[in-house]
């Protein structure tokens, strides 16, 4: 019994799911990727708009799906700290040495003010949930997959200036 599979092994538990494209020029994040991966060309950096780590799948905001459900808003390292952005889209670049792969992320700027009071004796009891501004989309984070923590419940008002991302408290769960 044979089966078709519409996923590519990229490395450990992470793969390309979905059709690869290769790079056309025009997106906004092309400069700062070609500058970041050292190549000289968009079309040599193939595209691709879902990943599976595991049992999680990623979407990026180029994929047609993502209106259903927002799971493009991620936690990612940088630096040693964590921040927060929405996924563009992800890439690769395979080389006969190595293959680098990653994903375009539009940061998002934590907001300044508190979500909640603080609590004199717990604190922050509202951890979960961190306000964030609208990402500007005219600098863009370029981030290897390993990087990624975890994807994020985000949530825009239309009466607000700022959008809230909530982290699950648990993945065990399914719908």
């Known amino acids: 019994m044979s089966f078709r599979t519409n996923r590519m092994h990229l490395k450990?538990?992470?793969?390309?799911?979905?059709?690869?494209?290769?790079?056309?020029?025009?997106a906004p994040f092309d400069d700062?990727?070609?500058l970041h991966l050292g190549v000289e060309s968009i079309e040599c950096i193939t595209f691709f708009k879902r990943l599976q780590f595991g049992?999680?799948?990623f979407h990026s905001q180029m994929s047609k799906r993502v209106s259903r459900r927002n799971n493009f808003t991620i936690a990612y390292s940088q630096g040693g700290c964590t921040s927060?952005?929405?996924?563009?889209?992800?890439?690769?670049v395979g080389e006969t040495s190595r293959m680098t792969c990653g994903a375009v992320i539009a940061p998002?700027?934590?907001?300044?003010?508190?979500?909640?009071?603080?609590?004199e004796v717990l604190g922050n009891v509202v951890n979960h949930i961190v306000p964030l501004h609208q990402p500007k989309k005219?600098?863009?984070?370029?981030?290897?997959?390993?990087?990624i923590i975890d994807v994020c419940l985000y949530i825009k008002f239309s009466d607000s200036e700022v959008g809230y991302a909530a982290h699950f408290p648990n993945h065990l769960e399914k719908d």
């Open 12 to 26: 450990d538990e992470f793969f390309a799911v979905g059709a690869l494209e290769k790079g056309t020029p025009g």
């Open 32 to 34: 700062d990727l070609m």
């Open 55 to 57: 049992d999680a799948i």
């Open 84 to 92: 927060y952005g929405q996924i563009e889209v992800f890439f690769l």
């Open 108 to 119: 998002m700027s934590m907001f300044s003010g508190a979500l909640c009071e603080s609590h």
């Open 138 to 147: 005219n600098r863009f984070d370029i981030i290897p997959l390993e990087d």
